[in-house]
């Protein structure tokens, strides 16, 4: 039984490394006996593999269908990290806490149990939570933001018995407290927050180098787009200590898709472009970089009239919220497109 636990341990790390090396078809046919075994003789723990490893083992295996039922059994008996991607919809994570555009919170698939006044205030004390961070919050500074006009013993005992009822509605083991720092335990918790903040970083580093795949770009991209539905706790009124966080988010949301957009004109995918600038400018319509490239795409693209009405509209958003005219190296692009167009409006007047 051990040669054979160890032969199951040494098909699961060699399916890991063909994903690794983008030998999908083969990661999958190894993932797919390894776990079919590790099922059969209900083998689930596997010792020396590492819990990032087998978290990402699993989450493959979520995506492809593989062993799903057995495989959310592994990722709770071994207490596995929630992960990013698309696995995420079907990792078995208690709590999901969704708060871009929106606050909802899910206990095991069920939105979150009371109502009202009884609900309020631990539910701002979860929000302050994953403003300040998520992990290792100081108490004091929870409290500051929660009960900004109370002091003292009075403030930490609002705080005790403000997460007592927080524990209650999304479970115990979601929150740790220790040496009084308070943290979301993301092996319980899935936080939209979180899983934004890493793929925008694995996006960030793009720059002039084409490190990723196209594929892995709108992969990517596709998630960051879903994940980001408006602004941090939504359009209703802010509180002053979520305005960083939402602040910080939207700057990095914004300047990815700039960098994302770029990325697709230099790989000659100017209509993937053309999407993430206009996403871009529903975002912020007074961003002119935002307007400059999407009028060059569609310049790029020989669409002159859809290039004209961008920079139309461009001019009438600075001109009636900013009363600025478009930059001088915005007038140089449209210039540029008009000379474009001129060819293409002689050769058809000709006929």
Same mark, same amino acid.
């Given at each position: ?37 590790? $099922? ?5 723990? %596997? ?5 990032? !490893? ?15 039922? %057995? =495989? ?6 071994? $207490?596995?990290?929630? !992960? ?5 919809? #079907? ?15 899910? *206990? ?18 979860? +929000?302050?939570? !994953? ?5 290792? =919050?100081? !108490?004091? #500074? ?18 005790? =018995? ?14 740790? @407290? ?9 092996? +319980?918790?899935? *936080? ?35 994940? &980001?539905?408006?602004? %941090? ?21 914004? /300047? ?20 993430? &600038? ?11 970089? %935002?307007? +400059? /490239? ?8 020989? /669409? ?7 920079? #139309? ?10 009363? *600025? ?8 692009? &449209?210039?540029?497109?008009?000379? +474009?167009?001129?060819?293409? @409006?002689? =050769?058809?007047?000709?006929?």
């Amino acid at each position: 039984m051990e040669n054979l636990k160890t032969t199951l341990i040494g098909t699961l790390l060699e399916a890991h490394l063909c994903y690794t090396n983008s030998n999908a078809a083969r990661g999958h046919e190894l993932l797919s006996d390894g776990l079919a075994s590790a $099922r059969e003789i209900e083998f689930t723990t %596997f010792g020396c593999l590492p819990n990032k !490893i087998m978290a990402q083992l699993c989450a493959r295996a979520l995506v492809e269908n593989i062993e799903i039922d %057995f =495989v959310r059994s592994l990722i709770l008996k071994n $207490r596995l990290d929630s !992960i990013t991607g698309r696995a995420v919809a #079907k990792w078995p994570v208690p709590v999901k806490i969704y708060s871009l555009g929106r606050f909802t919170v899910t *206990v095991n698939g069920a939105p979150l149990a009371g109502k009202g006044k009884a609900q309020r205030k631990p539910v701002e004390l979860l +929000q302050a939570i !994953i403003a300040l961070g998520g992990r290792d =919050v100081c !108490i004091q #500074k929870i409290c500051d933001c929660v009960w900004p006009d109370v002091e003292g013993d009075a403030a930490y005992q609002n705080f005790t =018995v403000t997460l007592f009822r927080l524990r209650k509605l999304i479970g115990n083991d979601a929150i740790t @407290l220790q040496d009084r720092r308070v943290t979301l335990d993301s092996r +319980q918790c899935w *936080v939209d927050v979180w899983d934004l903040d890493r793929l925008v970083g694995k996006l960030e580093g793009l720059g002039n180098h084409f490190s990723l795949s196209y594929d892995e770009i709108t992969e990517t991209m596709d998630r960051i787009l879903t994940l &980001y539905n408006g602004p %941090f706790l939504g359009e209703g009124e802010v509180n002053s200590w979520s305005l960083s966080l939402r602040e910080r988010l939207r700057s990095r949301f914004i /300047r990815v898709l700039m960098v994302v957009g770029r990325t697709y004109e230099q790989m000659d995918y100017c209509d993937e472009a053309i999407i993430i &600038y206009q996403k871009a400018l529903e975002l912020d319509p007074l961003a002119e970089e %935002f307007h +400059q /490239r999407l009028i060059s795409c569609l310049a790029n693209l020989g /669409r002159y009239a859809e290039g004209i009405a961008a920079f #139309k509209r461009c001019e009438q958003v600075l001109v009636s919220l900013l009363r *600025v005219k478009p930059a001088l190296e915005t007038l140089a692009i &449209y210039k540029e497109l008009q000379k +474009q167009q001129a060819p293409e @409006l002689h =050769v058809v007047s000709s006929h």
